[in-house]
């Protein structure tokens, strides 16, 4: 690999990659978020996501999974980071950090989700908590949904909470922000989905409903469920039957119970 450029000091840069931790505005204005972790970069690289850059440990000896990525065609410019500063924007320990990237976003497209005969969606509205939505993308690219959308006034899908919480899989199930339902309706006009919310007090219990055609599951809010808005797009509620004390669960568990039951009856 050639020589690299070098990057030893709090500059212009590193401020500009620091802010895109912290800052969503900085990062929906750059166009760029960070991503960490073997696993995360891995798969972003894989899946074709394009890096404007690769930072990697100066002076550090690095595994041969960092050399092979530095090596690689993968795009991006490679720079030399003082250890110190990379372990800032990694978060983790000085020691531990030797790699990070900056990948671009993709354009908030619903297009990017296919929508085929057998189409399984799941549409989370305005989440609050990163690590939920990281949850919930991990959750519906394991039981085999085509995409997520988020909506509304909701946590970032770029911070790296929710990055980190979904372990690389934001990087192969089609991941979109749309600010409005009628984007999504338009989306959907003729297409035969079935939209399914779920609620604690839905209409029909979860085992007793077909999810083997066409579906966009509705997720709603950690604290206040869907929206008046989207209760009234549903075609039906569902509710998980429940034991014990507990009346509820945590949105992205509930909505991932959801996903298993429509793996299985899909099988």
Not at 77 to 93: C, G, Q, V
Not at 102 to 110: E, I, N, Q, T, Y
Request: with cysteine; net charge negative.
């Amino acid at each position: 690999m050639p020589r690299a450029p070098r990057i030893t000091t709090r500059n212009a840069r590193f401020q500009q990659w620091h802010a895109l931790l912290t800052n969503r505005t900085k990062r929906l204005r750059a166009g760029e978020f960070l991503v960490q972790g073997v696993r995360p970069i891995t798969l972003a690289v894989e899946h074709g996501w394009p890096t404007s850059a690769l930072l990697y440990a100066e002076g550090r000896r690095l595994s041969n999974w960092a050399r092979e990525l530095l090596d690689s065609p993968a795009p991006g410019e490679r720079i030399a980071m003082a250890p110190e500063l990379l372990a800032e924007l990694s978060e983790r320990a000085e020691g531990d950090a030797e790699l990070v990237a900056v990948v671009r976003m993709p354009d908030d497209d619903l297009a990017r989700i296919r929508v085929g005969p057998s189409f399984l969606g799941v549409l989370f509205d305005r989440p609050t908590s990163p690590g939920n939505l990281g949850t919930l993308i991990r959750s519906a690219d394991a039981f085999g949904a085509d995409g997520l959308v988020v909506t509304g006034h909701a946590a970032d899908v770029y911070d790296p909470k929710s990055v980190r919480a979904s372990t690389g899989s934001l990087f192969s199930l089609p991941t979109v922000r749309v600010p409005s339902p009628q984007e999504v309706d338009d989306w959907l006009a003729d297409r035969g989905i079935t939209v399914i919310g779920t609620d604690e007090h839905g209409e029909s219990a979860l085992w007793d409903t077909d999810l083997t055609g066409p579906v966009l599951l509705l997720v709603g809010n950690e604290t206040t469920g869907l929206s008046n808005t989207w209760r009234a797009r549903c075609d039906r509620t569902v509710h998980i039957p429940m034991h014990g004390a507990a009346s509820s669960l945590n949105a992205a568990n509930a909505a991932t119970a959801t996903l298993y039951e429509a793996a299985r009856q899909r099988r």
